[in-house]
């Protein structure tokens, strides 16, 4: 089956310091997303992307957070200037695009869990 | 969004069955229900969808009343690998060009004990 995939499995950065996480989203599927979830916490939508543009995003993906897709197959996060409260896993998302019925199935990568220290 | 409320946690012997039940008193007239799976240090797994009556997959059946303002995920025969947190979603936030963000609640806590 499918999967999408995402590496590292675990990055820890010190605070300042810019980091990209890497997602490969599942081949045909055209949509793409970042989640986030702090230890303990609710799963959190940071930013959906489709057709090469950011297409909504929420309060948290502020100016230090930029998304890309830089080819064909990766999808990137990318944090400029790392802060404390960005440690969590993050969680990248594919979705195919086909509405069979209702709301959208998104699968969901294995997460990469970020600490900054 | 509806809003919905499910059990913290949940404990539950291997072998026996298992119903979640949420409930979302404003469920709007298209919305779906969907539930998810979230094992320990990965990300959520969808399990099963449905609008209505029952859906049954090779994992989960999920049961609607009539009046949709709640439904009841139903695990069979659990194992010590059904150990999980298990989201109820109730309809999605439009993102846009076809797409819709999810919307996570604190899930229900599922453990199975041997």
């Known amino acids: 089956e499918p999967e999408v995939t995402q590496t590292p499995s675990h990055q820890v950065t010190q605070m300042g310091q810019e980091v990209i996480l890497r997602c490969v989203p599942i081949?045909?599927?055209?949509?793409f997303y970042w989640y986030r979830q702090i230890l303990g916490q609710k799963v959190e939508f940071l930013v959906s992307?489709?057709?090469?543009?950011?297409?909504?995003k929420s309060e948290i993906f502020d100016d230090q957070f930029s998304v890309e897709r830089p080819d064909g197959s990766n999808f990137t996060l990318k944090i400029r200037s790392t802060k404390l409260e960005d440690s969590a896993m993050y969680f990248c998302?594919?979705?195919?695009?086909?509405?069979?019925?209702?709301?959208?199935?998104?699968?969901f990568g294995p997460g990469t869990r970020l600490t900054v220290l | 969004l509806a809003k919905t409320t499910q059990p913290i946690s949940m404990d539950s012997y291997e072998g026996q069955e298992v119903n979640i039940t949420c409930s979302h008193n404003?469920?709007?007239?298209?919305?779906?229900i969907t539930w998810y799976q979230q094992f320990p240090s990965q990300g959520p797994r969808f399990i099963i969808q449905?609008?209505?009556t029952k859906v049954t997959n090779e994992v989960a059946s999920l049961f609607i009343p009539a009046d949709r303002k709640s439904s009841t995920l139903s695990l069979p025969r659990v194992s010590l690998s059904d150990t999980a947190v298990y989201y109820c979603?109730?309809?999605?936030?439009?993102?846009?060009?076809?797409?819709?963000?999810?919307?996570f609640g604190k899930g229900t806590k599922l453990s199975v004990i041997p």
């Open positions: 979603l109730v309809g999605a936030t439009y993102s846009g060009a076809g797409s819709y963000q999810l919307t």
């Open positions: 998302a594919s979705y195919q695009g086909t509405i069979l019925a209702g709301v959208d199935t998104q699968y």
């Open positions: 449905g609008y209505k």
């Open positions: 081949s045909n599927h055209l949509y």
């Open positions: 992307f489709y057709n090469n543009e950011i297409s909504e």
């Open positions: 404003n469920i709007a007239t298209n919305d779906y």
